[in-house]
C-alpha cells in the first residue's frame, strides 16, 4: 500500500476508511466531525511550535491571538502545556 505524500491525501484516506466502515449508513454532521478532529491537534501543534507563545501560534496559524485563546479553551488546552 502506497504511503500518502500530502496532508490533504491523508485526510481524503482517513474520510474514505471512515465512510468504509460506516457501510451503507449515512455520516451526519461529517463536517463538524472533521473541524473538531483536526483542530486540537493542529492548535497543540502550533503551541508546541510556538513554545506556548500565543502570539507566534496565532501568527502561524493565521488568526488573532483572542481567537486562539478562545479555541484553546474550547479544547481544553492551555498555554505552555
Known amino acids: 500500500m502506497k504511503t500518502p505524500d500530502s496532508l490533504e491525501d491523508c485526510?481524503?484516506?482517513s474520510l474514505s476508511r471512515y465512510l468504509e466502515d460506516l457501510g451503507d449508513a449515512d455520516p451526519t454532521n461529517l463536517w463538524?466531525?472533521?473541524?473538531?478532529?483536526?483542530?486540537?491537534?493542529?492548535?497543540?501543534?502550533?503551541m508546541a511550535r510556538a513554545v506556548g507563545n500565543?502570539?507566534?501560534?496565532?501568527?502561524?496559524?493565521?488568526?488573532?491571538?483572542?481567537?486562539?485563546?478562545?479555541k484553546l479553551a474550547q479544547h481544553d488546552l492551555h498555554p505552555g502545556r
Open 11 to 13: 485526510v481524503r484516506a
Open 32 to 46: 463538524e466531525m472533521v473541524m473538531q478532529c483536526v483542530e486540537k491537534p493542529v492548535l497543540d501543534i502550533a
Open 54 to 70: 500565543q502570539s507566534r501560534a496565532a501568527v502561524m496559524l493565521g488568526m488573532t491571538r483572542s481567537t486562539l485563546r478562545k
